[in-house]
C-alpha cells in the first residue's frame, strides 16, 4: 500500500505539472495527449473500488490505442508535438535573437520545456506498472514501446538550460503547418498541407542535365537569401518539368524550402498568398502546373502582377516555378493580328506584343526539348538500374523502342511508364 501510496504522489505531480504548462498546451490537445492526461486523472483519483479500476483500466486502454494509431512511441509522439508547436515563443525566435525576447517570455518556455522534458522521460513501463498497481492486477498490462527517436535534433541534457537547439529548428523548419509539412496546396483561400508528397527524387531524372542543373542553382540561391528568378520550364509534355520541380522538395524541405501548388483556376489569389508567405523565415516556391491563359484571363493579370512587381518589393522568401507546353503562354489567334479595320484597336501591335513576350517576365526560362532517341534510352538505362532490371543491353532497348512505337512516344514520361510495367512483368515471371 505504501508503493501505491508513493506511485500515486508522483503521478499527482506529474498531473499537476501537465496542466500548468503556460505556451506548450496544445502539445497535450491531441486524441494521445487528452488520452494522457485522462488517463493521469484515472490514476490520481483511483481509490480501489470496483468501478474506479474499471475507468483506470478504460483510460489506459484509451491512450494505448491513441498511441498505436500513431504508431510512434510516447517520447518520439511528444517530440514532434513539440518540435511543431505553433505558440507566442516558437513565433517570437523566428522572427528576432533569443537575447532580444522579453524575460517573461524565456522563462515561460524554460518552464514548459522543463514539464515536457519530464513527460517525454517517462517510462511507459512505469505507467503500465502504476496501472497494474491500482487495478489489482496480477499482471502489468501491454507496454506500447516502439523504436527510437527519428528525428535528427540534438537536444541537450537539460531541454530548459539551452534553448538554441530548439531555437536553430524553428528558425529553419517553421512552425504549425510550416513545421509539419514540406508540400501544400492551396484550396478556397487556405493552405492544406500534403502529407504524402510524390517521393520523386533528382537522382531518379535523367537527361536534361543543363535545365536541371539551372534550376538547382537558382533554388539554392533562394535557401541562401539571395534574389532568386521566377522560373518558366517549357517543353514538350512528359519531359520531367514537374517531377523536377517536386524533387526539389525532397531534396531541400529539410533545409527550409517549402512548395505551394496553386492551380490556375486559384491564380486570382497571388498577391494574398505571398503576402501571406512573406513574413515567413521558410523559402518557398509556388508550383504552377501546365500554364496557359485565355485573352482577358483575371489570372493572367494576377500572375503578371507578381512577375513584373509593383509598389511593394518582391519578397526574397518566393518564388514562381511555372511549368508550360507553350512558349508564349497566352494564346494568340490569327483574328488578333492587327488589319486595317475602323473597329480594331490603335496600336494593336502593342497588345499583339504584350501577350507574347509575357514569357519574357519570367527571369529564367529553361527548355525542355523533346526527347530524341538517344536521351529516351539513357533514361530507360537509369531507371532500369535504379528498378534492378537485370536485362541485356539489346532486349532492353528493344523493348523500350516498341513500347514507344505503341503507346506515348519517346518521352521520361513513357520511359518511366515502361520500366513500371516491365518490372512488374519480370516480378510475376519468377514468381513460383
Known sequence: MKEFGSATATITQYRQQAVSLLLYQAVLEDSVGQTFLALL????????????????????SHWFQALASTGKSWGDHLLGRLLVDDNAFTQAVQAQPLTELPAPLLEAAQHDLAILQGLYDLSPSYISQCVQTA???????VIWSIGSSTFSIDLPLDWSENLQPLVDHYKQQGTGQFGQFYGFRWQQGQLHGISNPDPVTLEDLAGYEGPKTSLIKNTEFLLAGFNALNVLLYGSRGSGKSSLVKALLNKYGPQGLRLIEVTKAELYELPKIIEYLSP??????????????????????ALKVVLEGGLTRSPQNVVVYATSNRRHLVREFFADRPRPSDADELKSWDTVQEKLSFSDRFGLTLTFEATDQTTYLEIIHHLAQQNNIDLPSNELEFRAKQWATRHNGRSGRSARQFIDFLAADLALEQRP
Open 135 to 141: 487495478c489489482q492486477l496480477s499482471q502489468a498490462p
Open 280 to 301: 515567413q523565415p521558410q523559402k518557398f516556391i509556388i508550383f504552377v502546373d501546365d500554364l496557359s491563359f485565355e485573352e482577358d484571363d483575371d489570372a493572367f493579370k
Open 41 to 60: 486523472e484515472a490514476l490520481n483519483t483511483s481509490k480501489g473500488a470496483t468501478n474506479e479500476r474499471t475507468r483506470c483500466l478504460s483510460a489506459y
